[in-house]
């Protein structure tokens, strides 16, 4: 475990079941311990993981990253929520913030385990592959990144990419 500051806040740093975690302490706990659980890009616009924290919240990072939402990184994610609310006493519900690409894992986390959740937080989220990294239809695209997505959803052909319905848009009913 390492210890460091962050903006004037305790950041802790370490590892759960192989896998880099960050924790951002308040210097005072609001009641009930809430967090904020940072799908992806810890530390980027976090105006309002800073305004948070400042009002006594946690602020928490697990790297699934170049997973992209995928079933193994939820039941990662699933693993991380126990272990986190357990070993620091953080509340049952998390706040799930997804930025960007962040977007696939809150949403597709929050469908799977609403007991876990209490808000979903989504800023510029990507909510279906194909349009990012995929670059089908009006979205940029990323190869690499897309190129990693098929192969993380076990996506091999241009009709399994077609007939593709576990994106965080295909749950918005739930």
């Known amino acids: 475990m390492k210890k460091t500051n962050y903006n004037g806040y305790e950041l802790i740093e370490d590892s759960f079941d192989g896998r880099q975690y960050l924790l951002l302490l308040p210097k005072e706990e609001a009641f009930g311990k809430p967090w904020v659980w940072r799908a992806e890009f810890f530390g980027g616009f976090d105006y309002v993981d800073m305004e948070l924290v400042a009002r006594g919240w946690h602020v928490a990072y697990y790297r699934v990253s ?19 609310t ?7 519900k998390a706040d799930i913030f997804g930025f960007s690409r962040g977007g696939l894992y809150s949403v597709n986390y929050a469908a799977k385990y609403p007991e876990d959740i209490s808000v979903v937080y989504l800023d510029a989220p ?4 194909r349009s990012w990294p995929g670059g089908i239809g009006i979205g940029l695209g990323a190869q690499k990144c897309w190129v990693e997505c098929k192969e993380c959803y076990g996506l091999d052909s241009v009709l399994s990419v077609v007939n593709f319905n576990d994106n965080p848009l295909d749950k918005i009913h739930i």
């Open 66 to 84: 170049d997973m992209y939402g995928n079933p193994e990184s939820v039941e990662l994610m699933k693993k991380f929520h126990g272990f986190i």
């Open 86 to 92: 357990k070993e620091y006493d953080l509340n049952a």
């Open 126 to 129: 990507v909510l279906d592959i």
